[in-house]
T-cell receptor
Framework: NAGVTQTPKFRVLKTGQSMTLLCAQDMNHEYMYWYRQDPGMGLRLIHY???????AKGEVPDGYNVSRLKKQNFLLGLESAAPSQTSVYFCASSTPWGGPFRGNEQFFGPGTRLTVL | AQTVTQSQPEMSVQEAETVTLSCTYDTSESDYYLFWYKQPPSRQMILVIR??????QNATENRFSVNFQKAAKSFSLKISDSQLGDAAMYFCAYRSTSGTYKYIFGTGTRLKVLA
């Protein structure tokens, strides 16, 4: 199993450009998440999804959109990139909460380093 | 709202020695899970250890163990016999069992292992 994969691994954008980050998981997880990691701020949740066709806002959703058209994929879009969106982006997936899945951890992708000039 | 605090931005330890990383959290809930994740230079986050709040016994995974103090809302990670491969950023995380789907992460502690 590949686990959680992210495409691309690195990207440089100019201010105002758009792009989409792709996350794929092969563990049949219901829940998927997008985080950004900035120095001294840990991981902050951007958006998350609890199932195919559903998404919800996290802690820092402004400037980002997401879609979960297929269970295994979770896309993060930047419509008009800004320098403040320079960061490392992580995708994660997990089983649902409850029952035998209590306490299950998140599985993370390798991250995408995005620089916006 | 729950919060997770890691007050040590950076720690150093000599190879083969023991080091303890601190984590405190704030919650009004009684049922939750706590996790320690490791992020090596490769950036891939890996689960190190987890603790269920209702279990009094501290979790242990080989050289990694926790000191879970529920009343004090403290969850420290002890690494024994430190190895060069332990050098990484370590994140403490909290997850409620009340229905929220979110994990809350601390800001991380960078561990350096000195040869």
């Amino acid at each position: 199993n590949a686990g959680v994969t992210q495409t691309p691994k690195f990207r440089v954008l100019k201010t105002g450009q758009s792009m989409t980050l792709l996350c794929a998981q092969d563990m049949n997880h219901e829940y998927m998440y997008w985080y950004r990691q900035d120095p001294g701020m840990g991981l902050r949740l951007i958006h998350y999804s609890v199932g195919e066709g559903t998404t919800a806002k996290g802690e820092v959703p402004d400037g980002y959109n997401v879609s979960r058209l297929k269970k295994q994929n979770f896309l993060l879009g930047l419509e008009s990139a800004a320098p403040s969106q320079t960061s490392v982006y992580f995708c994660a997936s997990s089983t649902p909460w409850g029952g035998p899945f209590r306490g299950n951890e998140q599985f993370f992708g390798p991250g995408t380093r995005l620089t916006v000039l | 709202a729950q919060t997770v605090t890691q007050s040590q931005p950076e720690m150093s330890v000599q190879e083969a020695e023991t080091v303890t990383l601190s984590c405190t959290y704030d919650t009004s809930e009684s049922d939750y899970y706590l996790f320690w994740y490791k992020q090596p230079p490769s950036r891939q986050m890996i689960l190190v250890i987890r603790q269920e709040a209702y279990k009094q016994q501290n979790a242990t995974e080989n050289r990694f163990s926790v000191n879970f103090q529920k009343a004090a809302k403290s969850f420290s990670l002890k690494i024994s016999d430190s190895q060069l491969g332990d050098a990484a950023m370590y994140f403490c995380a909290y997850r409620s069992t009340s229905g929220t789907y979110k994990y809350i992460f601390g800001t991380g502690t960078r561990l350096k292992v000195l040869a």
